[in-house]
C-alpha cells in the first residue's frame, strides 16, 4: 500500500513497478515474447559513431547493434573494410549466416583476400584498391539513404541501393590507419552523411583523431588480455 504522505515517490515508484508487470505479457517469469519484425523508420537516428581500440569487440559491437535495429524493423547495411579473409579462416564465416537469414539486415565485403602488411603473398597496391572500391560503394549508399530519406520505412528485403537507416563501415578506420585510404574522405563521408542516417565507423588501434572529433559517439575498445598474444589462433565461433 501506498503511503500518501510518503515524499520519497519510493512507495508510488512500487505500485507503478508491480503493474507494469502485471501487464507485461511474459507470463510472470520475466520472458519477453518475441514480436513480428514489420518494417519502421527510426525516430531518432541520424548520429555517427566511432568504435576504435586494440580490443576484441569493435565489430561485433557494431553488429550488436545492427541486429538490435533490424529487430525493430529498420533497414541495416554492413559494408566490410578490410576483412577479405585469409587461409586462417573460413571464407563463410558465422555473422554471414546469422546476418543473411535476418530480416533488414544485409552485408557485403570489399576487403582483398590476405591481410596487409602479413607477408601472406598480396600485395599492398591490391588491397588498397579494394579499400578506395569500398569507400566508393559507401559514398554510393549515402547518397541512396539521402535520396530514399532515412525518416522513412524501407521493405525488409529492398536492397541497400534503396535507402538504409544505419550503415556500418566496418574497419574503415582500420584501412585509414594502415594508409589504404585518405582519413580525409572519411571525414567527407561524416560530412555528406545525411541528416537521419545512423553512421557507424569502426576498426584500428590509433585513435582516429580525423573522426573522432567530428562523431557523437566514440568508445576505445582497450585489450587487457588476448589468446592472441600467446600464439593463439582465430577460433570459429568467436572470432569468425
Known sequence: MTDDNDTTGKGRTDERTHTATDDADDGGNGVVEPQPITPAAPESFGRVQVWWGDGKGKTTAAMGMG????????????LQFMKGGAASVEDVRGEYNAIAALPGFSYENSGHYGWHGSLDGTQETDHAARADAGLDRARELLAAADEADPTTQRPLAAPPEAGVHMLVCDEILYAANRGLIDPADIVALIENKPA????????GHEEPTYATSEADLVTNVQK????????????KGTEF
Open 224 to 235: 587487457d588480455r588476448h589468446h592472441f598474444d600467446e600464439g593463439g589462433r582465430a577460433r
Open 196 to 203: 537521419n542516417l545512423e553512421l557507424v565507423l569502426t576498426g
Open 67 to 78: 541486429l538490435r535495429a533490424a529487430g525493430h524493423g529498420y533497414r541495416v547495411h554492413l
